[in-house]
Structure formats: C-alpha cells, structure tokens
C-alpha cells in the first residue's frame, strides 16, 4: 500500500513531518510522498527519519495555479501537483517557488488588515506561528476558530475566507501552462490531483478540460482519491487512458484539518493506491 499525497505542518497540514513518517512506517506504507503547498520544507525535514525507518519517500508538491483563457483575466484556479523522484529539485525551481511565497506573505498581510478592519485581533505573527514556512487562509481559519470568532472553520472560510465571502483577499498565482513547464524543467512529473473538484457538472466538460491540459503537457492524473467515488475513479481511469496519462492516487491527509481521511486508506478504508502506480511515475521520470 502506498499514499502520495501527504501534507505536513509545513503547509496546511497538523501533523509534524517526522511523525508521519513515523505513522506511516508504523502502518506498514510501502512508498509515502508528502506534496506540501509551495515548499519542500516537509520533504526536506522526513528525508532523515524516512530512510532511518527504510520507508520509500517520494518528493512531490501542490502548487495554485490559474487556468487563464481570452476574456477571463482572472483565471480558473486548478491545483497542480509536481512529483520529483530523485529528490527535491534546485536552483531555478527554489528561486520561483520563493517567489511564490512571498506573493503568499502579501496577501497575509492584506488578508489579516481586512480581518482587523472587521473587528478581529488576528495578526500575521499570531498565523504565521500556526502556519511555519507555509501560512494561508486555513491557518487564519485555526486562529480565528481558537479565539472564537468562529466557531468551526468551515465558518471561518464560508463568512470570511472563501472566494465570495467579506474578507477575501486573491493571491497572485502563476498560470497552469507556465507551472507545468516548471516542474518538466525541474525534471518532474506534473499531476493533476483530485479532478472531481473542477466543478464540472457535465462529464464530457470534464473531459475538455482535461484535454486542454493535456496540449499543455500534463503527464499524469490523480485517480485514486479519498474524495472519489468508484464511479468517478472508473471515469478517471478511462480519461488516464484515453489520454495517455499516468495515474496516480493519495489520501490527501491533513491530519486534524481534515479529520475524515486517514493517511494511506482515506474516508472509511475507501482508499488502496496499487504500487504499479508509483513504478509507472518513476518510469516517466527516466524520460524527462
């Protein structure tokens, strides 16, 4: 059994890199890899324990991206994993991915000066000391629910944090194309991880959209996913193949963030990522 998409403390993750490592070896993963938002920090710190409990650890990472089209400036945000199989990448990758961050942190700070402008003691310090390398709306959320101003985080993201509600602050994001010819660059393999979120209610909609990113050189699709149906892992399957994309599959696990999905096996044992699907990634990363 193996489970690629993993988030640590790094990121949007609770649970500390090291510890689920150790998790993982404890419940007997084959191949874990951890796929923070924007930084390898959570890689950079399992690497030592990972080789110490002889566990296979694989380097990925999620990046935001926006599929940009002619008479919508704004862009379509779609999610981009990069799987790097010997190991982080350096040099032009880092500098960009530093870029990145630091349009993140000025966002923060716009996000939390509307906060306050809305009657909420919520500081960039007080988030950036739940968020470490990697702090964002969820850990604005964490902040929000502990001095109860909310009183769940999906409140927080519904009243105050999602897209339509009062204090949303958009982050300057790079552009889909651009992304996945920076992971092919870094010699990674670009996914796009959990295709049912793209809202399409039509599956041939779907379909296009997948196509599209397949012009732009995607070279893999998650299949497997906690938040997939069995009908829609089938979908996903036939599109990989129709495609000529490789599959790839994770729980998504964020720890107490996402306190329905256990690392490895999903929402109620839903989840069982075949090891030929990390054998077929590697595979392609000879290539690149």
Not at 44 to 70: H, N, Y
Not at 129 to 136: H, P, T
Not at 244 to 249: I, P, R, Y
């Amino acid at each position: 059994m193996i489970d690629l998409h993993t988030h640590t403390t790094e990121s949007d993750g609770t649970v500390e890199p090291a510890e689920l490592v150790q998790a993982a070896a404890e419940m007997g993963l084959d191949a874990l890899g951890i796929c923070d938002h924007d930084t390898f920090g959570g890689y950079d710190q399992a690497a030592p324990p990972a080789r110490q409990a002889g566990l296979e650890l694989v380097c990925g990472i999620e990046l935001s991206t926006k599929l940009r089209r002619p008479g919508r400036p704004r862009g379509r945000p779609v999610h981009l994993l990069g799987y790097f199989m010997s190991g982080p990448p350096d040099g032009d990758f880092r500098g960009w991915l530093e870029g990145m961050q630091r349009k993140r942190r000025e966002r923060n700070v716009r996000l939390a000066a509307r906060l306050q402008s809305l009657g909420m003691s919520v500081t960039l310090e007080e988030v950036e000391k739940l968020g470490r390398s990697i702090a964002g709306r969820p850990h604005f959320a964490r902040l929000m629910l502990q001095k109860g101003y909310v009183s769940s985080l999906q409140e927080a993201f519904d009243l105050y944090l999602g897209e339509a509600a009062s204090a949303y602050v958009e982050r300057e994001e790079p552009g889909l194309a651009e992304s996945i010819q920076r992971i092919l660059a870094a010699g990674g393999v670009p996914c796009l991880p959990h295709p049912n979120r793209l809202g399409k209610s039509q599956p041939a909609g779907l379909e296009d959209l997948i196509a599209e990113m397949r012009d732009m050189d995607l070279r893999a699709i998650e299949v497997y996913h906690s938040e997939h149906t069995e009908f829609e892992t089938q979908f996903f399957l036939e599109l990989a193949r129709r495609y000529d994309l490789a599959v790839t599959g994770g729980s998504d696990f964020h720890g107490e963030n996402k306190p329905g999905i256990r690392l490895g096996t999903g929402v109620n044992g839903n989840l069982c990522v075949p090891r030929d699907v990390l054998d077929r990634l590697r595979e392609i990363s000879s290539r690149l």
